[in-house]
């Protein structure tokens, strides 16, 4: 998707929780945050907790929701800023072309990870596992 033009973000639910500015949205939040938005074209907006893979459409029980709406997606660009918030990060190529970066979007340094945020040694190893054990089919 990113060497189709995609742009991507990745929201860090850590991160959100230290900004004051989602703070209180996200206080009681456990865990990561499951929702998904995507914007295509200006023109489509899908929201909600279904991943976009063959196993969330056919075993999970989560749904999305698709609206073609100019007007919406407007609104949704203008409310996110995503380039401004502390807490989010842009998924980019590296020079590469192969592998990926987050930068951040909304801090001083703009930091570059070459893992995902807020990822541990012991959550890529367990994610890892998990691949195993589920057919390739559903991926």
């Known amino acids: 998707m990113l060497k189709l033009g995609v742009n991507l973000y990745e929201v860090s639910t850590q991160q959100l ?4 500015q989602f703070r209180d949205l996200l206080k009681k939040a456990r865990g990561r945050l499951h929702a998904k938005l995507a914007l295509v074209d200006r ?9 976009l893979d063959p196993r969330s459409a056919r075993l999970n029980t989560e ?4 609206v073609r709406s100019f007007d919406l997606t407007q609104a949704l660009l203008f409310a996110y800023q ?4 502390e807490g989010v990060y842009r998924v980019v190529l590296k020079p590469d072309g192969q592998n990926v970066q987050w930068v951040g979007t909304g801090d001083v340094d703009n930091e570059v990870l070459d893992s995902e945020p807020d990822s541990s040694m012991l959550t890529r190893l367990q994610l890892l596992l998990f691949s195993w054990f589920v057919p390739i089919d559903q991926l």
Request: glycine share 14%; aromatic share 10%; net charge positive.
């Open 63 to 66: 749904f999305g929701v698709r």
């Open 43 to 51: 023109q489509w907006v899908l929201l909600g907790s279904m991943n």
């Open 17 to 20: 929780k230290r900004s004051g």
């Open 82 to 85: 995503l380039d401004d918030i």
